[in-house]
């Protein structure tokens, strides 16, 4: 790591390194969010860590959240998993922001059906533009099970401690799944906007050749044209239409082929390669699965 970067490793090397006490808990700790102070001498530091977190700030935080409006002013959650990096971009005074931060290390999940889930909550690697926006009641839910989560903490540590704070966790994510789902309800709007963009993003792929020339698109660069992450856009798909930024993009290339199958005497295998797929095997699997026929099949059929 560079002079520039600090990378925690532990819960332990977190709170010393921000002037805190040592955690009555090795894997976890909850950090108040007023008692952290950012000076002059920090602009441009970044940092990085083995560890997740789930932070709750208020509005007045002065992150930038994008173009976007809030949906609500009350608190905004952020969330981020293990080796993501920050940059310190403002000073921050004591008391400015309020709110919560939890950590917790990836051990503390160890041998937990939560270790097998966690990477299912794809908002872990959200960029900060797509942050949860919480209404009052949805942030009382969650600091209600933060404070249980913290009782837990300051209690001595005993054979029942870790399934009841993972359970804590993992009843934190799921009930932001649900309140993401209503997130993506409320920009209904502006998902729509986003849906016809990939649209034209994809249409204007295929008649400017980049697929014989880059290759097929990914859903990285259909995030990058549409300023999300990549995990967010295909989450705000399927919310939206049942499908996947990866299933779109196939959707549009079996689309594409029948086209080229019933118009042109190209072969199969020259299809393929115009569209992007080095093996023409793949797809043959691909255009079976979305249509039930051969692509030569559906050529004979039609």
Same mark, same amino acid.
């Given at each position: %790591?560079?002079?520039?970067?600090?990378?925690?490793?532990?819960?332990?090397?977190?709170?010393?390194?921000?002037?805190?006490?040592?955690?009555?808990?090795?894997?976890?700790?909850?950090?108040?969010?007023?008692?952290?102070?950012?000076?002059? #001498?920090?602009?441009?530091?970044?940092?990085?860590?083995?560890?997740?977190?789930?932070?709750?700030?208020?509005?007045?935080?002065?992150?930038?959240?994008?173009?976007?409006?809030?949906?609500?002013?009350?608190?905004?959650?952020?969330?981020?998993?293990?080796?993501?990096?920050?940059?310190?971009?403002?000073? *921050?005074?004591?008391?400015?922001?309020?709110?919560?931060?939890?950590?917790?290390?990836? /051990?503390?999940?160890?041998?937990?059906?939560?270790?097998?889930?966690?990477? /299912?909550?794809?908002?872990?690697?959200?960029?900060?533009?797509?942050?949860?926006?919480?209404?009052?009641?949805?942030?009382?839910?969650?600091?209600?099970?933060?404070?249980?989560?913290?009782? #837990?903490?300051?209690?001595?540590?005993?054979?029942?401690?870790?399934?009841?704070?993972?359970?804590?966790?993992?009843? %934190?994510?799921? !009930?932001?799944?649900?309140?993401? *789902?209503?997130?993506? +309800?409320?920009?209904?709007?502006? +998902?729509?906007?986003?849906?016809?963009?990939?649209?034209?993003?994809?249409?204007?792929?295929?008649?400017? !050749?980049?697929?014989?020339?880059?290759?097929?698109?990914?859903?990285?660069?259909?995030?990058?044209?549409?300023?999300?992450?990549?995990?967010?856009?295909?989450?705000?798909?399927?919310?939206?239409?049942?499908?996947?930024?990866? #299933?779109? @993009?196939?959707?549009?290339?079996?689309?594409?082929?029948?086209?080229?199958?019933?118009?042109?005497?190209?072969?199969?295998?020259? @299809?393929?390669?115009?569209?992007?797929?080095?093996?023409?095997?793949?797809?043959?699997?691909?255009?079976?699965?979305?249509?039930?026929?051969?692509?030569?099949?559906?050529?004979?059929?039609?």
């Amino acid at each position: %790591m560079g002079k520039n970067i600090i990378h925690i490793k532990s819960i332990n090397q977190l709170l010393e390194g921000s002037g805190f006490e040592k955690p009555t808990h090795p894997l976890i700790a909850i950090i108040d969010t007023a008692n952290i102070a950012f000076g002059e #001498e920090m602009l441009g530091l970044k940092i990085s860590s083995d560890l997740y977190s789930i932070a709750l700030k208020d509005a007045s935080c002065g992150l930038d959240y994008g173009r976007n409006p809030y949906d609500f002013n009350e608190g905004v959650l952020f969330f981020s998993s293990p080796n993501q990096v920050f940059s310190v971009t403002k000073v *921050q005074k004591l008391n400015e922001v309020k709110g919560w931060m939890l950590y917790f290390h990836p /051990d503390l999940l160890r041998n937990t059906k939560l270790a097998s889930k966690v990477d /299912d909550f794809t908002f872990f690697n959200y960029e900060v533009n797509e942050a949860l926006h919480l209404s009052e009641k949805e942030q009382f839910v969650l600091s209600n099970l933060v404070d249980l989560i913290r009782d #837990e903490i300051n209690e001595r540590i005993d054979n029942h401690s870790q399934q009841v704070l993972v359970s804590n966790i993992e009843l %934190m994510l799921n !009930y932001s799944q649900r309140f993401y *789902q209503r997130q993506f +309800n409320t920009r209904s709007a502006q +998902n729509s906007d986003i849906l016809s963009k990939v649209e034209s993003l994809l249409k204007n792929y295929y008649k400017n !050749y980049e697929l014989i020339e880059s290759g097929q698109p990914t859903i990285e660069y259909l995030a990058s044209e549409c300023h999300l992450s990549a995990n967010y856009l295909s989450d705000l798909l399927s919310k939206e239409t049942g499908r996947s930024a990866k #299933e779109h @993009i196939n959707d549009f290339l079996v689309e594409k082929a029948k086209h080229l199958l019933l118009s042109s005497t190209e072969s199969v295998s020259g @299809i393929a390669y115009s569209l992007g797929f080095n093996y023409p095997h793949y797809f043959g699997r691909i255009f079976k699965k979305k249509t039930g026929k051969t692509p030569q099949e559906f050529r004979q059929m039609n």
